[in-house]
C-alpha cells in the first residue's frame, strides 16, 4: 500500500476506540490522532483565560486570539497553544467536565475540524473522535465507529482506576461519561453518530488485540483488488439461478461428487475446457461456494459483459503474456483469504474434444495459492457448444468433482519451474482418469 490512508475511529467514551486507534496506527505505520484533545485544548486554554465556558460568546473570540502549533512525537500529534503545551492538564477533572459545552459550539468544531483536516498534510492518519467519519473526513473508505454495553464500558473505567489505585472513583468517572455522551449524542452540531458505511464494532468481550485485528483485516479488504471486491451476492444468486436452470431444461445436466467440494478455506476448480457452458455448468451446481473464475481478458471488452462478469467476480487473465501478474495476485490473494478459484488448466476450449495439456501458469498459481484443487471433468459440453458446433444443441452434460488433491500432495512435489509443471500435470493426470472412469460407466449418477 503505498497512497495515504486516513483511518477514521469514532465511538463514546470507553468504546475502546483510543487503544485501538493507538495499536492500528503503530501496525499500519499511521501517525495517531486524538481529535478530543484538541476539544479538550480548547477548553483548557478557556479555563486558563478564565472565560467562561458556557458561553460561546467569550468562548469565540478568545479562541480565535490563540496560536496553536502541532507536531508529531512518538507516532502521534501533539500541540502547544501560545506556545504552551497542555499536556496532562487536558485530562484534569476541570477541562472533562466542561468539554461537552465547548464541543457543542459550532464555531468552536468549525476551527477543530479546519485543524484536523490540515493534519492529512502529514501523512497517513489514525485519528479517532466522534465525527471524524461523519464530518472531518466523510470520504475515506476506512470508517469506524466502536461501540459497547454500558456494563462494558463501566467495567473497563473500573479496571482502570483499580489500576491507578483509586478504585471509588470508577462510579463518578462513569456518571461523568454517561452525562458526556448523553451531551455529545444530542447536541445539535456533529452530534455523535454511526457515518454512513462505517464498519460498526461492537468491542464488548474482545480485547485489544482482537478489535485492532478486525479494524486492520476490514482495512486490507477494502484495499483488495476490485474483482473480488465487487462481487454482487444478488447477481452471483441470479446468474447461478438463471443459467442453471437453463442446463437443466436444455442439457439435463447432471452433477456428481460435490460432496469432494470443501465448504471453506482456500480452494482450487480445476477443470477441462471445452465451450462457453463450462464455467456456468461448475458455478451453477457448486453452490456451497462463491467461485472466482478465471477467464481471458477479452471477454471483458464488450461493456455489458464487462461490468457483469466483473461483478460476478470474474478475473480477467491476459493470456497473451503468458503468467499475468496481476490476475495471479489476485487469485492468490483470494486463496489466502480463503476464497475459491475456478481455472481450466487448458488454458482455452478444446478445438477436438480431446485434453489438452496444462498451461505453465497453473502450477506456479496452485503453488503459490497453497489450496488443494479439486479436478474436474465435464463431460458433454464439447458436443453441446464447443468452437465449432455452430450454437448450443440440446446434448446432455455430466460435471464430475473428483477426489480433492490435497495440499501435502502438492507439496510434495517440491518448488521452482519444474514442480509447477509436475503440479500441472497432476491436476490433468486427475482429470483424465475422471474421464476415463466416466466413459467406463465406472461413476455412479
Ligand atoms: O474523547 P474525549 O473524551 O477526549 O473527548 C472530549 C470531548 O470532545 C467529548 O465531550 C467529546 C468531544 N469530541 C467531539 O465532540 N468530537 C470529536 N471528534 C472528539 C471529541
Not at 452540531?189 to 488485540?209: C, M, Q, R, W
Not at 444443441?393 to 521452482?416: A, C, M, N, S, Y
Amino acid at each position: 500500500m503505498s497512497g495515504q490512508r486516513i483511518i477514521a475511529i469514532d465511538g463514546p467514551a470507553a468504546s475502546g476506540k483510543s487503544t485501538v486507534a493507538h495499536e492500528t496506527a503503530k501496525r499500519l505505520n499511521c501517525i495517531y490522532v486524538d481529535s478530543g484533545a484538541l476539544y479538550r485544548g480548547v477548553t483548557w486554554k478557556m479555563i486558563q483565560a478564565g472565560v467562561d465556558t458556557k458561553h460561546s460568546l467569550q468562548v469565540i473570540p478568545a479562541l480565535l486570539k490563540s496560536k496553536w502549533t502541532f507536531t508529531v512525537r512518538d507516532g502521534a500529534v501533539v500541540f502547544s497553544i501560545d506556545g504552551v503545551e497542555p499536556g496532562d492538564a487536558l485530562r484534569s477533572k476541570q477541562v472533562t467536565e466542561a468539554v461537552s459545552d465547548i464541543a457543542a459550539m459550532p464555531p468552536v468544531r468549525k476551527f477543530v475540524v479546519h485543524r484536523l483536516r490540515k493534519l492529512s498534510s502529514l501523512g497517513s492518519l489514525a485519528m479517532e473522535g466522534r465525527d471524524i467519519g461523519s464530518v472531518v473526513f466523510p470520504k475515506t473508505p476506512y470508517k469506524f465507529y466502536l461501540d459497547a454495553s454500558p456494563e462494558e464500558r463501566a467495567k473497563r473505567r473500573h479496571a482502570e482506576f483499580t489500576a491507578k489505585g483509586e478504585p471509588e472513583k470508577a462510579q463518578e468517572v462513569l456518571e461523568s461519561l454517561q452525562r458526556r455522551d448523553q451531551k455529545d449524542s444530542s447536541r445539535k452540531t456533529a452530534p455523535l453518530k454511526i457515518a454512513d458505511g462505517a464498519y460498526v464494532i461492537d468491542t464488548s468481550g474482545h480485547n485489544v488485540e482482537e478489535v485492532t485485528k478486525i479494524v486492520i483485516d476490514r482495512i486490507h479488504e477494502l484495499e483488495r483488488p476490485r474483482s473480488e471486491a465487487m462481487i454482487s451476492p444478488g447477481l452471483y444468486r441470479a446468474a447461478c439461478n438463471v443459467l442453471g436452470f437453463g442446463l437443466k431444461i436444455c442439457n439435463q445436466i447432471k452433477v456428481v461428487g460435490l460432496q469432494n467440494v470443501p465448504k471453506t478455506g482456500g480452494l482450487i476448480i480445476a477443470s477441462n475446457h471445452a465451450s462457453y457452458l463450462d464455467p456456468p455448468a461448475i458455478g451453477s451446481f457448486c453452490r456451497m461456494r462463491t467461485i472466482h473464475f478465471m477467464a481471458r481478458d477479452t471477454l471483458f471488452r464488450n461493456p455489458l459483459m464487462s461490468g457483469f462478469m466483473r461483478h460476478v467476480g470474474v478475473i480477467p487473465l491476459d493470456r497473451e503474456r503468458g503468467g499475468d501478474l496481476k490476475a495471479m495476485k489476485t487469485a492468490i490473494q483470494l486463496l489466502q483469504d480463503g476464497g475459491a478459484v475456478a481455472l481450466f488448466p487448458e488454458g482455452t476450449r478444446t478445438t477436438d474434444g480431446n485434453l489438452q495439456p496444462p498451461k505453465p501458469g497453473v502450477g506456479f498459481l496452485v503453488a503459490k495459492g497453497c489450496s488443494p484443487v479439486v479436478p474436474v471433468y465435464i463431460h458433454g459440453s464439447y458436443e453441446a457448444w464447443s468452437k465449432y458446433s455452430g450454437g448450443l444443441k440440446r446434448v446432455p452434460i455430466t460435471v464430475i468433482f473428483g477426489q480433492l488433491i490435497t495440499r501435502e500432495e502438492i507439496r510434495r512435489l517440491g518448488t521452482g519451474r519444474k514442480a509447477y509443471a509436475l503440479i500441472g500435470e497432476l491436476i490433468m493426470k486427475r482429470i483424465a482418469e475422471l474421464k476415463e472412469k466416466f466413459e467406463k460407466g465406472q461413476i455412479d449418477e
